[in-house]
């Protein structure tokens, strides 16, 4: 294994078409990808053939989008026909409340999950908000890290009003910053280069080392600089490599990222190392 990719969608129908609607269907024009669908062995395939692990992102936006989600059980299914590719980590809608708790539960204890992603802004709402503390206080006994979404996205990018979604609620500060103040115990993976609230980010997981960032959704040719400073010398063991495909696929990233400034004794770090002891691996 040459690298963990922590920040996987399925390429699949299940995800880009069922679950993704209109709001996925503007992400792959957004991204310059629009026949991407692909089948689960054609996946499974590519990550093989790169010698990586692929870390499965489950999806439920389900409140605000009125969309079927990428279920627990999907990921859990295809990690289970492809364990030599696949690490899935659960999505659950926090409006759901209860029902979320529980499914989050079942996802890590009878699925074998290993982690939380979500989407603030295609969920739509605040990781701060109150409501939603006993989802964190489970993620924190469960002993699983929680994946959330930072910055601008692709999903409702490029048209007018952009489907409706905001992107207030991918602020890090203060947002992500309360919830790691609160739950020292959680892990927390800021995904992607944060923009507009890069320095945001950084001066987050320098002052909370339960924080970590995946690089994932941007080629690291347009990372800003001061993302790469980080990199190099403080963040050094919390940051990770990802890919965010089928938006960026990983070989494109990591042809980028050879070239970006990253110094060679950090690479290891980002592409495997960090992702391997942050997993228990
Ligand atoms: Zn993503």
């Not at 590519?46 to 990586?52: I, K, N, Q, S, V």
């Not at 692709?154 to 991918?170: I, N, R, S």
Request: glycine share 8%; hydrophobic share 45%.
């Amino acid at each position: 294994m040459i690298a963990i990719d922590m920040h996987v969608h399925p390429g699949t129908k299940e995800y880009l078409v069922d679950a993704g609607g209109k709001y996925l269907a503007d992400a792959l024009a957004y991204f310059h990808k629009k026949d991407a669908v692909v089948s689960v062995e054609t996946m499974a395939k590519h990550y093989r053939d790169l010698d990586m692990v692929a870390v499965l992102l489950a999806w439920d936006t389900e409140t605000q989008s009125g969309l079927p989600p990428v279920t627990n059980d999907y990921i859990a299914e295809i990690v289970k026909n492809y364990p030599e590719s696949f690490i899935g980590f659960a999505s659950v809608d926090p409006w759901k409340g209860k029902i979320a708790v529980a499914e989050l539960e079942r996802a890590v204890k009878t699925l074998g999950l290993k982690g939380l992603k979500l989407h603030p802004i295609a969920q739509a709402f605040y990781l701060n908000d109150r409501r939603f503390y006993p989802l964190w206080e489970s993620c924190a006994g469960l002993k699983i890290p929680l994946l959330v979404h930072t910055g601008t996205t692709g999903v409702g990018a490029g048209v007018p009003g952009g489907d409706g979604l905001k992107l207030k609620y991918a602020r890090p500060i203060p947002y992500i910053d309360d919830v790691a103040a609160d739950f020292p115990d959680l892990t927390i993976i800021g995904a992607h280069p944060s923009w507009p609230w890069q320095e945001e980010m950084l001066a987050l997981a320098v002052h909370k080392t339960n924080v970590y960032i995946d690089l994932s959704g941007w080629s690291p040719k347009y990372f800003p600089p001061s993302l790469i400073r980080y990199a190099n010398t403080m963040l050094q063991d919390r940051i990770l490599f990802g890919s965010d495909y089928p938006f960026l696929s990983p070989e494109r990233w990591i042809a980028d990222f050879e070239k970006a400034g990253f110094k060679p004794e950090v690479r290891q770090k980002i592409l495997l190392e960090n992702a391997k002891r942050l997993l228990g691996l």
